[in-house]
């Protein structure tokens, strides 16, 4: 069944730690994008890409940085935690440039000590 | 700048009654695409409904339904007898890299 992932759903960890967040697409979509979102609050666009070697940064102003090596795969990674980073990061992904409809993955919620 | 504003943080509705949460938002595009999330607790964001802007008929799928008023720029959705699994965080959201509104946290009563 087309999906997709986010792996780990939860993740508690000191700071300083580098962590990476995965996140995988099963439909073929080429447009991939991270939102950041602290608990109750909108959604904040904080990386997107178009497909292959392709990254841009969103809306807000993030730490962390993406690749994007093969189209189903779309990590995220923060060198250096930090209690600022602390809030839930949800992936989407959708089939066209225009982000038509966006499929969310269940997200990850990080809490850095 | 583009913006969707969401003026009611949190709703209660009955169950099987009827509820309406207001979105409103700003562009200078003429044709684009808005959209409803569904966001239940610790679960998978979902798409409820979208409205493409140059068609003047409202969306609608199943129990929900919009309210499309392209000059007021005003998107409100519909929920019909409402029941228990519709409680959920409710997000408007414009199309581009989509922009969310701040989310209308709805409760229903059994």
């Known amino acids: 069944e087309a999906d997709i992932y986010q792996t780990p759903r939860y993740l508690v960890i000191g700071t300083g730690k580098k962590i990476t967040l995965e996140c995988s697409q099963t439909?073929?979509?080429?447009?991939m994008y991270w939102y950041q979102q602290d608990p109750g609050m909108e959604l904040h666009l904080i990386h997107y890409?178009?497909?292959?070697?392709?990254?841009e940064k969103g809306d807000l102003s993030s730490e962390s940085t993406v690749s994007r090596i093969r189209t189903e795969h779309f990590p995220l990674t923060l060198e250096s935690a930090r209690p600022s980073h602390t809030s839930q990061y949800l992936c989407?992904?959708?089939?066209?440039?225009?982000?038509?409809?966006?499929?969310f993955g269940p997200g990850t919620r990080l809490t850095v000590l | 700048a583009q913006t969707v504003t969401q003026s009611q943080p949190e709703m209660s509705v009955q169950e099987a009654e009827t509820v309406t949460l207001s979105c409103t938002y700003d562009?200078?595009?003429?044709?684009?695409?808005l959209f409803w999330y569904k966001q239940p607790p610790s679960r998978q964001m979902i798409l409820v409904i979208r409205q493409e802007a140059y068609k003047q008929q409202n969306a609608t799928e199943n129990r929900f339904s919009v309210n499309f008023q392209k000059a007021a720029k005003s998107f409100s959705l519909k929920i019909s007898d409402s029941q228990l699994g519709d409680a959920a965080m409710y997000f408007c959201a414009k199309q581009g890299n989509l922009i969310f509104g701040k989310g209308t946290k709805l409760s229903v009563k059994p």
């Open positions: 562009t200078s595009e003429s044709d684009y695409y």
């Open positions: 890409s178009y497909g292959v070697n392709s990254t």
């Open positions: 989407a992904s959708s089939e066209s440039v225009g982000g038509i409809r966006q499929f």
């Open positions: 439909m073929g979509h080429d447009k």
